[in-house]
């Protein structure tokens, strides 16, 4: 489901969130960073959510190891007989865990609300990127679904030969690379050719941006959430 | 008479091979954040990083043997980790964090030989240096801290990791320019 917010709101609002993810480490303040963003990426995303939730709570497992190994201090808050869960070891998971989830709300929310077109052409046009940034970008994210189809068909054909398809063996993985590689860099070649005849590389992003009211929401939203962390972190 | 500033400008060719590492990348990385935290989960950190962080750091190297110009690597590594950054991954926009500073220190290998070397060795050495953001990012921004010997060791493993992906990418540029 698309949101009525435009994509450089959204990648403001993204970038934002992401950087202060890293600085803060009081989970109050956290949490009220993060009850936005989860909110509005559960209201417009997809079965794709599904999957970025089932990664992070697989991820969520070494997070808790992590914490139980090395930050295990402080005083008892669940005794397993085997293995004493101490304050530190809860704490430490805790400010992880939401630092994680507000990384991947914030830039998900991005990618669920918008196609990676309109992403990109934010990032082209807003941030006035050169043609050496941007031409790659844009000519990356044409031929993206056709990368991903090609991986699929070559995928099918290796197992078709009986031939491995674990990305965890490094001859799978150079097999698999070079095919993707191969097919696409000829591409690639007569693509460049065709964009030096035309004069691509004076092309000039220009930026437009209008404000509209949705923006001015999430905004306002975003200076709200400034505040708090102002207030309880600085 | 070859000028050489002539010959480490980008042409188109250049500039869109680096979109198609960008795509064919994007969607390697995305891949293998699955395998990844599955070995986590099961095997730890330290397996997991040596079977899986070294295919984060290949593009660089690829892109620096296939096209032999300055800030190849640099770019190689940035452009994928930035469309991978608006691929729906647990990593979100610090994908594209991890990408610039990989590239960097990628890049440094080549710098170190005035960009005259884009061979096997150098290669080698620029998938592992990207072990050393890799790992100072996951302990500042992820709170991925261990004690002093550990982190040598996981440092260690991961760069080992980045140099047998940067082979592996210099033997897949080097099939390509055949």
Do not use: H
């Given at each position: 489901?698309?949101?009525?917010?435009?994509?450089?709101?959204?990648?403001?609002?993204?970038?934002?969130?992401?950087?202060?993810?890293?600085?803060?480490?009081?989970?109050?303040?956290?949490?009220?960073?993060?009850?936005?963003?989860?909110?509005?990426?559960?209201?417009?995303?997809?079965?794709r959510?599904?999957?970025?939730?089932?990664?992070?709570?697989?991820?969520?497992?070494?997070?808790?190891?992590?914490?139980?190994?090395?930050?295990?201090?402080g005083?008892?808050?669940?005794d397993?007989?085997?293995?004493?869960?101490?304050?530190?070891?809860?704490?430490?998971?805790?400010?992880?865990?939401?630092?994680?989830?507000?990384?991947?709300?914030?830039?998900?929310?991005?990618?669920?609300?918008?196609?990676?077109?309109?992403?990109?052409?934010?990032?082209?046009?807003?941030?006035?990127?050169?043609?050496?940034?941007?031409?790659?970008?844009?000519?990356?994210?044409?031929?993206?679904?056709?990368?991903?189809?090609?991986?699929?068909?070559?995928?099918?054909?290796?197992r078709?030969?009986?031939?491995?398809?674990?990305?965890?063996?490094?001859?799978?993985?150079?097999?698999?690379?070079?095919?993707?590689?191969?097919?696409?860099?000829?591409?690639?070649?007569?693509?460049?050719?065709?964009?030096?005849?035309?004069?691509?590389?004076?092309?000039?992003p220009?930026?437009?941006?209008?404000?509209?009211?949705?923006?001015?929401?999430?905004?306002?939203?975003?200076?709200?959430?400034?505040?708090?962390?102002?207030?309880?972190?600085? | 008479?070859?000028?050489?500033?002539?010959?480490?400008t980008?042409?188109?060719?250049?500039?869109?091979?680096?979109?198609?590492?960008a795509?064919?990348?994007?969607?390697?990385?995305?891949?293998?954040?699955?395998?990844?935290?599955?070995?986590?989960?099961?095997?730890?950190?330290?397996?997991?990083?040596?079977?899986?962080?070294?295919?984060?750091?290949?593009?660089?190297?690829?892109?620096?043997?296939?096209?032999?110009?300055?800030?190849?690597?640099?770019?190689?590594?940035?452009?994928?980790?930035?469309?991978?950054?608006?691929?729906?991954?647990?990593?979100?926009?610090?994908?594209?964090?991890?990408?610039?500073?990989?590239?960097?220190?990628?890049?440094?290998?080549?710098?170190?030989?005035?960009?005259?070397?884009?061979?096997?060795?150098?290669?080698?050495?620029?998938?592992?240096?990207?072990?050393?953001p890799?790992?100072?990012?996951?302990?500042?921004?992820?709170?991925?801290?261990?004690?002093?010997?550990?982190?040598?060791?996981?440092?260690?493993?991961?760069?080992?990791?980045?140099?047998?992906?940067?082979?592996?990418?210099?033997?897949?540029?080097?099939?390509?320019?055949?």
């Amino acid at each position: 489901m698309k949101t009525p917010f435009s994509t450089f709101a959204l990648l403001t609002y993204a970038l934002v969130l992401t950087g202060l993810a890293f600085i803060s480490k009081n989970p109050t303040v956290l949490i009220a960073l993060l009850a936005p963003p989860l909110t509005l990426m559960l209201i417009s995303g997809s079965r794709r959510l599904v999957w970025v939730f089932l990664l992070f709570l697989i991820g969520e497992i070494g997070v808790f190891l992590n914490a139980l190994f090395f930050s295990n201090t402080g005083s008892v808050v669940l005794d397993l007989g085997f293995v004493s869960i101490r304050e530190g070891a809860v704490n430490g998971f805790i400010v992880v865990t939401l630092r994680m989830l507000l990384i991947t709300s914030a830039g998900n929310l991005l990618v669920f609300s918008k196609s990676p077109v309109d992403i990109f052409r934010e990032i082209v046009f807003g941030l006035g990127l050169s043609p050496y940034l941007s031409i790659p970008l844009a000519y990356s994210l044409r031929i993206l679904p056709v990368v991903g189809r090609d991986l699929k068909e070559a995928v099918f054909i290796r197992r078709q030969k009986k031939e491995g398809v674990n990305p965890l063996n490094p001859l799978n993985f150079y097999s698999i690379t070079l095919t993707l590689m191969a097919v696409n860099y000829e591409r690639a070649v007569w693509s460049g050719i065709s964009a030096e005849l035309r004069g691509l590389k004076y092309f000039k992003p220009r930026f437009n941006y209008r404000v509209n009211k949705w923006d001015l929401l999430l905004f306002t939203l975003l200076a709200t959430q400034l505040l708090i962390f102002a207030k309880c972190e600085l | 008479m070859i000028v050489v500033s002539q010959v480490k400008t980008y042409n188109l060719i250049d500039i869109i091979t680096l979109g198609v590492i960008a795509a064919v990348f994007a969607v390697v990385f995305t891949v293998m954040w699955t395998p990844y935290y599955a070995i986590k989960a099961v095997g730890g950190p330290i397996i997991a990083r040596l079977l899986t962080y070294g295919a984060w750091f290949m593009a660089a190297p690829l892109a620096a043997s296939l096209i032999r110009k300055p800030l190849s690597a640099l770019l190689g590594e940035f452009l994928p980790a930035l469309l991978e950054s608006v691929l729906p991954t647990p990593g979100g926009l610090t994908n594209a964090i991890y990408g610039l500073a990989q590239g960097f220190f990628s890049e440094l290998a080549y710098v170190a030989g005035r960009y005259r070397r884009f061979g096997l060795i150098e290669a080698a050495v620029s998938g592992a240096l990207a072990a050393i953001p890799a790992v100072t990012l996951d302990a500042v921004l992820f709170g991925e801290i261990y004690p002093w010997g550990y982190m040598a060791l996981i440092l260690v493993i991961v760069a080992i990791s980045g140099a047998v992906y940067g082979v592996l990418a210099y033997w897949v540029a080097r099939a390509l320019r055949a």
